[in-house]
Structures are given as C-alpha cells and as structure tokens.
C-alpha cells in the first residue's frame, strides 16, 4: 500500500500569509496527487488534480507542485474562508489520503 | 447542477447492518465511476469503496473488504453501500464521491454532504 504522509500536521497562520504544506509518498505516484479542502460539517472540496491542474472555481491563490514522492499544496495569501483542513490524496495505485494538515488562525 | 445526495446514515447496533444511498443528478450517472469514503470523528478522510460505470470493477479497502458491498443502479442514478457486521470503529460520516472518469478514478469530484453512521449499543 502507499502511505502519504503531510507536514505539518497543523501550522497556525495570519491572513495575507503565504503558506506551504507538504506531502510525500511512500513510493513513486508519477503525477497522481490530488488536493481537497475539508471544513467541518461540508463536504470535501477538491482544490487541485494532476500535482498543479486547479479546479474549475479555485481562486489562484492556490498551486500544486512536485513529482514522484514530493509534492506541496501553497497558498500565496491566506483568505479567512482558507482556513480548513487539508488532504492530499494519491490515485496512482488505490486510492490514498494523507492525514491531513490542520490551518488554524493564530 | 451536479449534485450527489447521501442517506441511509443512524444508530445502529454493533454488529448491524444498514443500506446507505446516494442520489445523483446533474449529469450522466452511466459515465462516472463512484467511490465510498468515509470520515471517521476527530479522524481523516478513509477512501474505503470503488465502483466503475458499468459496475464490472469493484474495489475495496482492507478495513472494509467482506463487510461492505458497493453496487449502483444506473437507471435510477443511484450507489449504493451495504455495511454488514457493524463495529464501533465503522462509526463516521458517509461521503459518496464522482470519479474523474468512467473506469478512471484520478480524482474525486464532487463529493455529497455525507450521511451519519453511528454504532453503539
């Protein structure tokens, strides 16, 4: 099976700052790396597919990047409805979530 | 508008069964293959069922595997979960999700708003 494992687990962050959070596969994923945005009581959203393809509706704000086991989900400014919860999700063989990084408001 | 809306969710007993449903509308349910995923309380999101268009390929998590029973009824635009032999650690919130394709499941999207699983005696 393939593990995904996301840094940090939680980071406190001010709006206007400019986060980054990682995510590295146990084994090679080529570019099946996908990012969802989690609020509590909602349903999943998904951010970005394909390690950097932003979804349709996803301010800019938002990129992907990396190959193989490394990626990182940034946003340039953080916005008061960014603050959420954060997986990415590997769909190279199965489908796998990381544990999720936690933005809080500091 | 595409939109995915699950039921079914309750208290149930250990060791119990229940019938989880996901209605979809807004776009051609016989294209898409659909996946289960569940997140458990205070817990990350667990991908535990795979269904392709045609129902010919059926996927399972190991957590899952032997309990659980995905199927569709594409003339009804329905998923469907069976979840048997009810343990306490199956209590989370329910959330059908569209794949990126009919046999390709690259990513997840959308998701429905999720139904309540609670096992407890």
């Known amino acids: 099976d393939i593990q995904m494992t996301q840094s940090p687990s939680s980071l406190s962050a001010s709006v206007g700052d400019r986060i980054t959070i990682t995510c590295r596969a146990s084994q090679s994923i080529s570019s099946y790396l996908s990012w969802y945005q989690k609020k509590p009581g909602k349903a999943p959203k998904l951010l970005i597919h394909?390690?950097?393809t932003l979804q349709s509706g996803v301010p800019s704000t938002f990129s992907g990047s990396g190959s193989g086991t490394d990626f990182t989900l940034t946003i340039s400014s953080l916005q008061p409805e960014d603050f959420a919860t954060y997986y990415c999700q590997q769909t190279y063989i199965s489908w796998t979530f990381g544990q999720g990084t936690k933005v809080e408001v500091k | 508008e595409v939109q995915l809306v699950e039921s079914g969710g309750g208290l149930v007993q250990p060791g119990g069964s229940l019938r989880l449903s996901c209605a979809a509308s807004g776009f051609p349910f016989n294209t898409y293959s659909m996946s289960w995923v569940r997140q458990a309380p205070g817990e990350g999101l667990e991908w535990i069922s795979y269904?392709?268009?045609?129902?010919?390929?059926?996927n399972y998590a190991d957590s899952v595997k032997g309990r659980f029973t995905i199927s569709r009824d594409n003339a009804k635009n329905s998923l469907y979960l069976e979840i048997n032999s009810l343990r306490a650690g199956d209590t989370a919130v329910y959330y059908c999700?569209?794949?990126?394709?009919?046999?390709?499941?690259?990513?997840?999207?959308?998701w429905g708003q999720g139904t309540l699983v609670t096992v407890s005696s």
């Open positions: 999700a569209r794949c990126s394709g009919s046999t390709s499941c690259y990513w997840f999207d959308p």
């Open positions: 269904i392709s268009s045609s129902s010919r390929t059926i």
């Open positions: 394909s390690v950097s």
